[in-house]
């Protein structure tokens, strides 16, 4: 398997996703989507665009920026809100995390 560095602006890119996804993630519940079928259907198609682009990062191309250490971990959480949010009823204690665990790292 090759070893790449990553390049600065494709890691930028790639978290301006992930931020963009978390403010719409946090938009949908203020407005209270989660109490419309719709809603639950847009909370689960952010979470799972923020899966995707969780599982497009390489964790060993970004030890220079320190994202190896917890991106596995986010990853398992983003998977466990998109599966809580397509449950019947709805679980939504792992998507309510998700912006929570941006702030862990970005401190």
């Known amino acids: 398997m090759e070893?790449?560095?990553i390049r600065t602006d494709e890691l930028r890119t790639k978290m301006w996703s992930l931020a963009t996804h978390v403010r719409d993630l946090q938009t949908a519940f203020a407005?209270?989507?989660?109490?419309?079928a719709d809603g639950r259907?847009?909370?689960a198609r952010i979470l799972g665009s923020m899966e995707e682009?969780?599982?497009?990062?390489?964790?060993?191309a970004y030890t220079r920026h320190h994202a190896d250490a917890s991106l596995g971990a986010f990853r398992s959480e983003l998977r466990a809100a998109r599966?809580?949010?397509e449950r019947d009823p709805p679980e939504y204690y792992f998507a309510g995390r998700i912006s929570g665990s941006c702030a862990y790292c970005h401190r």
């Open 31 to 36: 407005e209270g989507k989660p109490a419309t």
């Open 41 to 43: 259907a847009e909370i």
């Open 83 to 85: 599966e809580g949010a």
């Open 53 to 60: 682009t969780a599982m497009s990062l390489d964790a060993r």
């Open 3 to 5: 070893l790449r560095q």
